[in-house]
């Protein structure tokens, strides 16, 4: 969409005066959780999260059954390339939810989803080889991505704006049901020894979701966005940056680590400068210009959620190795990052105006705490269940409560900051962000714990160097979102 095709009452929005700011408290009505979860509201949100739910619980029973399906069929040199080829394809659904819904509507984007993520769960289950079972997960990625972008993308169809955040955060919590639920299901099929039961269960799962989805969701959308191509250029510099840095970031060799940085680095410079100049965008327009509020919005997202996910990845293994926990009581310690991140997103959804904001300046000053109380603490090291351990766990809920108490209202005022005709769009975007967010986040850690000695010298010295490096510098997320914070905060 172009700029002239903007009614002229609607301004690009800018920091100076926006929605989100420029209301009083009393303009701002208060919807409760009840609003949302009765009647045909509770029904369609139960739909809404549940894809979510379900692309949620398969990362994670993936990611558990994985060292199983390399001992079956083999391929432990393409281990690190399940993840990859997912997160990719998961992007490459994102990016095309949009456009299915215009093309569709709700109810037959939700059964195209469904179906594609089946057909992936399928191949997963019957794959005779690693090279086979990397497509069935390329298939299972897009069907994924097409879910956890339809639910965004959906909440301002089905839903007031008033009930905006709280829809948001219910979602949002399906991520914290998954890592009790995913490992949990996945370590159980490996257990038994039939790793290929736990795709096989999702089928019958996802087909009952599907009816409900039919069910209960709207044929078509009761406004349509502007129907343009797929901005293929932006897309495929987005999936060779995602590439370079996971590419980059399976090597053990810190030169290897910086070059794919490097290379995702000039790449996505050179994304921004496209997008920036296209009519044909992944984001809303005006997501790259300093002085939007949507710029605010999309740095206080990346911000907020790169400092857990680049974090969590390690935080298992700083336990085990640091502080004598079993690999089962790390796993689940490391758990509370999403904990935290799951009641911060429920507790704040209610909150309007002035509390709103509060909650989005909030949010970087918990993570601020809880990232500086595990670099002094982390590579201390100990023994058992101490104080210190409990300190740091604290710490760990603090740093998903910083995302959690924000991220309702930062998402619902990137769905309200976009342009008519942008909106689908905006909500497609969210998940395209976060799943690029996690892939960088992840890559950017591995160098990190690599320069910090976790591979040379190794060891508890190394580890405890990886950790000062890791939380040390990812310290500084918290630091830059606050600024995005009060920006968007103040309009």
């Known amino acids: 969409m172009t700029t002239r095709d903007v009614p002229p009452d609607r301004p690009l929005q800018t920091l100076p005066s926006n929605d989100l700011s420029s209301r009083s408290p009393a303009d701002e009505p208060t919807a409760s959780w009840s609003d949302l979860l009765t009647g045909t509201n509770g029904v369609r949100a139960l739909t809404l999260a549940g894809g979510v739910g379900l692309h949620a619980i398969n990362v994670y029973i993936g990611t558990t059954i994985m060292p199983s399906v390399v001992g079956d069929i083999g391929g432990l040199d393409l281990y690190a390339w399940n993840t990859t080829i997912f997160v990719v394809a998961s992007i490459i659904g994102s990016v095309y939810a949009a456009k299915l819904l215009q093309h569709t509507g709700p109810r037959l984007a939700y059964m195209i989803a469904a179906a594609t993520f089946t057909l992936g769960a399928l191949g997963c289950a019957v794959a005779p080889s690693m090279p086979i079972l990397l497509i069935a997960r390329f298939v299972q990625g897009l069907g994924g991505g097409f879910l956890f972008s339809l639910a965004y993308a959906m909440i301002r169809v089905v839903f007031p704006q008033t009930l905006w955040p709280r829809a948001i955060a219910l979602i949002s919590g399906m991520w914290g049901v998954a890592t009790l639920v995913g490992p949990a299901v996945g370590g159980t099929f490996a257990e038994l020894g039939v790793w290929r039961a736990a795709f ?13 989805a039919t069910l209960v969701l709207p044929r078509r959308s009761p406004d349509h966005d502007d129907q343009s191509a797929v901005p293929l250029l932006q897309l495929s510099l987005l999936v060779t940056v995602s590439l370079a840095i996971s590419a980059g970031s399976a090597s053990p060799e810190l030169i290897w680590n910086v070059a794919g940085i490097a290379v ?18 992944l984001l809303p327009e005006g997501s790259f210009q300093p002085s939007t509020m949507l710029a605010a919005l999309y740095g206080m997202m990346s911000l907020l959620s790169v400092t857990v996910v680049s974090t969590e990845v390690f935080v298992p293994l700083f336990l085990q190795v640091l502080h004598g926990q079993s690999p089962l009581a790390a796993g689940y310690l490391a758990v509370l990052m999403g904990i935290g991140w799951t009641v911060g997103s429920l507790g704040s959804s209610g909150a309007t105006g002035d509390r709103s904001r509060r909650a989005m ?15 002094v603490l982390m590579p201390r090291g100990g023994e058992g269940f101490s104080i210190q351990l409990g300190v740091m766990c604290l710490a760990m809920v603090m740093i998903g409560l910083g995302v959690g108490v924000a991220w309702p209202h930062v998402l619902a005022g990137i769905l309200k900051a976009a342009r008519p005709g942008e909106r689908d769009l905006a909500g497609a975007s969210i998940t395209t962000v976060q799943l690029f967010v996690a892939a960088l986040g992840a890559a950017l850690a591995g160098m990190l714990a690599n320069i910090g000695g976790l591979v040379e010298p190794g060891g508890i010295e190394g580890t405890a160097g990886a950790a000062r490096w890791l939380f040390g510098v990812f310290l500084l997320g918290p630091v830059i979102c606050l600024f ?8």
Do not use: H, N, Y
Request: proline share 4%; no cysteine; net charge positive.
């Open 484 to 491: 995005s914070a009060r920006r968007a905060a103040r309009g």
């Open 264 to 281: 995702a680095a000039v790449l996505l410079t050179a994304l921004i400068v496209v997008e920036r100049q296209a009519t044909r965008r």
């Open 361 to 375: 300046l909030a949010g970087p000053v918990l993570q601020l705490v809880g990232m500086a109380v595990l670099l």
């Open 200 to 212: 096989w269960s999702l089928a019958p799962i996802t087909a009952l979701f599907a009816v409900l």
